[in-house]
């Protein structure tokens, strides 16, 4: 049975930064649709041009356009066994569409880890996070620091300070998570696949909780 794993949170919460620990874990893809989009937006693709004047300004890419960038990545052959998912959804609507493409795969949402974190604990995260420029590696200035400043430990590329995670864009994502992206908490919770993470905590013991959490739900199913 495939295992798809949903990882909810805020802007800053640590969904990035877990979701790789996980990929690695149990050797599943991690899609992350914000580094998708930020790939179209380097290339220059259509579809980055459109996503470009929503991310810049801290709102939602429409469902329509980010349903279907979604639909082609689980159209690669790597997301049969699974997928470890990072910042979809984020609407109820593309909840829904996400059910439609996991029954394809004779699959279904195993477990949503939900991570929080205090609102000034996000902004502090977010205004000191460093991303790596070939594969999204996140760094923290304080809490995560590169071994050189501003190279990759990973893959040795530029590390870069995303221009959304400017202080006014930061608020507004915020909110936006807030009134758009927080319903999914009952949503997911009413199917009994919510499990609540603290997320202001030290890295490894958020990752050490949310493995305990994942390898109880195995043995549960
Ligand atoms: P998200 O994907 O939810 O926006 P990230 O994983 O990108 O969050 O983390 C945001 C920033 O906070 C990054 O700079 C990361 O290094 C840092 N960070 C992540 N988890 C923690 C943690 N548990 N404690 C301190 N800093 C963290
Ligand atoms: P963070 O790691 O801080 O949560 P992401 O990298 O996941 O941010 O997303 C960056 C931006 O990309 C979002 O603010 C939003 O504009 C856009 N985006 C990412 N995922 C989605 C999605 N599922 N639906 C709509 N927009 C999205």
Known sequence: MPIYIVLLGPPGAGKGTQAK???AEFGLPHISSGDIFRENIRTGTDMGKVAQTFI????LV?????IAMIQERFSRPDC???????GFPRTPAQADALDAMLKHFGGRVNLVPFITAPTEVLIERLAGRWTCRAAGHIFHERF???QKTGVCDIDGSELYQRDD?????????IEVYREQTAPLIDYYKNRGILAEINGFAPIGDVSAH??????????EE
Do not use: C
């Not at 429409?62 to 980010?66: A, C, G, L, R």
């Not at 049969?80 to 990072?86: C, E, H, K, Q, T």
């Not at 400017?166 to 994502?173: I, L, Q, S």
């Not at 305990?212 to 195995?218: D, F, I, P, S, T």
């Open 144 to 146: 995560n620091p590169p």
């Open 21 to 23: 620990v996980l990929a």
């Open 165 to 173: 995670d400017k202080a006014e864009t930061v608020m507004h994502r």
């Open 62 to 66: 429409p469902d329509d356009v980010t």
């Open 56 to 59: 810049s300004k801290g709102e």
């Open 210 to 219: 949310l493995m305990e959490v994942l390898k109880r739900q195995a043995e």
């Open 80 to 86: 049969v066994a699974g997928a470890i998912l990072d």
